[in-house]
């Protein structure tokens, strides 16, 4: 008895399997699976690895760049020229003593006691967008796997504020259109009108510099002049880092809208 129910159930299985092979046939065919894409996410800004930091920077150069010039043919026409072949130097020597080059945000997170970084970090920054920076340093910036940073003037007529930020060269500002312009009592040396135009027009120049390259959160004052009401507007318009031209290495306690640099000239070499 036992034998026959097991069969029983074992030939209703077999009906009931055909059946669905037959009903199926005729209706809609089964959509096969479909591979499941894998998104890898790129780097979209260049970023280094601190998660194993051994020896943590208690200061930080950040050096100040212009006009590169190319030495075996050509003159400088001032001490803001930089020699294309020193510059290059710099970059092995950093890549060979494993140097760090920090971005602005990751400068501001170790500011801000966020992250610590190496002790051989260093930032590397390059004012008012000239060809230069594009056609000589950034190719070298990427030959080391360095990242550099051009301060830009970006309602410049070459345009380079156009310009997408590359993953080793981040736009940050340079002001708008207040780079030329003197203020009442000061030298006729053009000294940046940002320390004392109209402060709503200063505030809108300054955004309308960070809607040009993608919101930047740093600024290098034009000439190095940051008196007046000049950090008031970086302030108001949501600026986060400012830099003058007053030599020194970076240091937490600063304050951040007046942040010094080494200016890199003609005569200058520094490891």
């Not at 591979?35 to 208690?58: G, H, I, R, W």
Request: include cysteine; glycine fraction near 8%; hydrophobic fraction near 35%.
């Amino acid at each position: 008895m036992k034998k026959i129910v097991m069969g029983l159930i074992a030939l209703s299985m077999v009906v009931l399997i055909a059946f669905a092979l037959l009903y199926n046939k005729g209706g809609t065919d089964i959509a096969p699976l479909k591979e499941t894409a894998v998104m890898v996410e790129l780097p979209k800004k260049y970023q280094n690895d601190f998660s194993d930091v051994t020896n943590p920077a208690s200061s930080i150069p950040v050096f100040m760049y212009h006009y590169f010039y190319d030495e075996t043919s050509e003159t400088p026409e001032n001490g803001n020229f930089y020699s294309i072949q020193k510059f290059e130097q710099q970059l092995a020597h950093f890549k060979e003593e494993g140097y760090k080059t920090l971005t602005m945000e990751e400068l501001y997170d170790w500011l801000e006691g966020k992250i610590e970084v190496p002790e051989n970090s260093v930032v590397i920054t390059m004012d008012d967008g000239y060809h230069y920076t594009y056609d000589m340093a950034l190719p070298l910036l990427e030959k080391y796997g360095f990242v550099g940073v051009s301060f830009e003037i970006t309602s410049a007529p070459e345009d380079y504020a156009s310009r997408l930020s590359h993953l080793n060269l981040e736009l940050e500002s340079h002001t708008h259109n207040m780079h030329q312009g003197t203020c009442p009592g000061m030298k006729p040396i053009q000294y940046g009108a940002i320390q004392c135009q109209d402060f709503d027009s200063a505030v809108a120049d300054m955004k309308a510099s960070a809607d040009t390259i993608d919101q930047p959160i740093a600024m290098a004052y034009p000439f190095g002049g940051y008196g007046g009401q000049a950090k008031d507007v970086l302030r108001a318009a949501g600026y986060k880092l400012a830099f003058t031209t007053q030599y020194g290495r970076v240091e937490r306690g600063m304050d951040y809208l007046e942040l010094p640099r080494v200016r890199m000239s003609t005569d200058s070499f520094y490891y």
